[in-house]
């Protein structure tokens, strides 16, 4: 008895996953889904680069901050006496 409870149970999670899936493919994610294909390799390296250059970018811009912060702004402090 307990057993065929359990078979129902997981029946029935079975059938809400699968309804859950239909409709997955059919709403706005649906399609994309339809659209999407794996990039070619000249897409991918440019796509790659591009990344790429933006973290370099990003990477730099923050090392400039941090030498501001660091150096510049105390020596400008010290130099200049403007919080006395």
Do not use: C
């Not at 079975?14 to 994309?32: L, N, P, T």
Request: charged content about 25%.
């Amino acid at each position: 008895m307990q057993n065929s409870k359990l078979i129902d149970r997981a029946w029935k999670l079975q059938h809400r996953i699968e309804v859950w899936a239909k409709h997955f493919g059919k709403g706005k994610y649906g399609r994309i889904l339809k659209m999407a294909r794996k990039p070619t390799e000249e897409e991918f390296y440019k796509t790659a680069k591009i990344t790429f250059l933006g973290i370099i970018i990003i990477g730099f811009l923050g090392f400039v901050i941090y030498i501001i912060r660091e150096v510049v702004a105390p020596w400008i402090l010290s130099n200049f006496h403007i919080l006395e």
